[in-house]
């Protein structure tokens, strides 16, 4: 099974790479971003849990991503494989999807970290709010949002490097660029 987590801050690509990752190798495409924002727009308890979390550039707490992702990879363990995207965003989360692989005899099979410069990202989510709508890409949820990435989320590449399965990339290229270079190593650990 082919377990791939891909990791960089808002506006690095993630989601973009992931389709085609997804399309590609068919794999069980989990995004906590989309996931949480389907449960606030159905208005469910945990959506309106994490609604005003979300709009105030914070990070869900893990027990609740954690519990959402629990769900949704036991509801699909006859799946190719899954493609983590927006998860780990914590070094606790990283040991709890490390866990949750081992009770299912799973591993990842690779981490993909995109890495873009901090004048790309706020460009790139700038334009997004515009075709989007995203409400929480406005230029104080932008800086709020780099922040807790730099210091939430950038400990899980530590994590995962001392793993050796961590494999980073630069994201300021053209969208075909990135994709080739990822296929690349996903092709070589499959």
Not at 154 to 165: A, I, M
Request: one cysteine or more; aromatic letters at 6%; charged letters at 30%.
């Amino acid at each position: 099974m082919l377990n791939i987590v891909i990791i960089g801050p808002p506006g690095a690509g993630k989601g973009t790479q992931s389709q085609y990752i997804k399309d590609k190798y068919n794999l069980t495409y989990l995004s906590t971003g989309d996931i949480l924002r389907e449960e606030i727009a159905a208005g469910t308890d945990v959506g309106k849990m994490v609604d005003d979390i979300i709009k105030h550039g914070k990070l869900v707490p893990d027990e609740i991503v954690v519990s959402i992702i629990r769900h949704k990879v036991l509801s699909h363990l006859s799946s190719p494989g899954f493609l983590f995207d927006g998860f780990p965003r914590t070094v606790h989360q990283a040991v709890m999807l490390d866990d949750l692989m081992k009770e299912n005899n799973l591993k990842i099979s690779a981490v993909l970290s995109l890495d873009v410069s901090v004048d790309v990202l706020t460009a790139r989510m700038l334009e997004r709010a515009k075709t989007s709508g995203r409400s929480d890409d406005n230029e104080e949820t932008i800086v709020h949002r780099l922040r807790e990435y730099n210091d939430k989320t950038k400990p899980v590449l530590d994590y995962y490097e001392k793993q050796g399965n961590l494999h980073t990339f630069c994201g300021d290229r053209k969208i075909e660029e990135v994709f080739k270079s990822l296929c690349e190593v996903i092709d070589e650990v499959k």
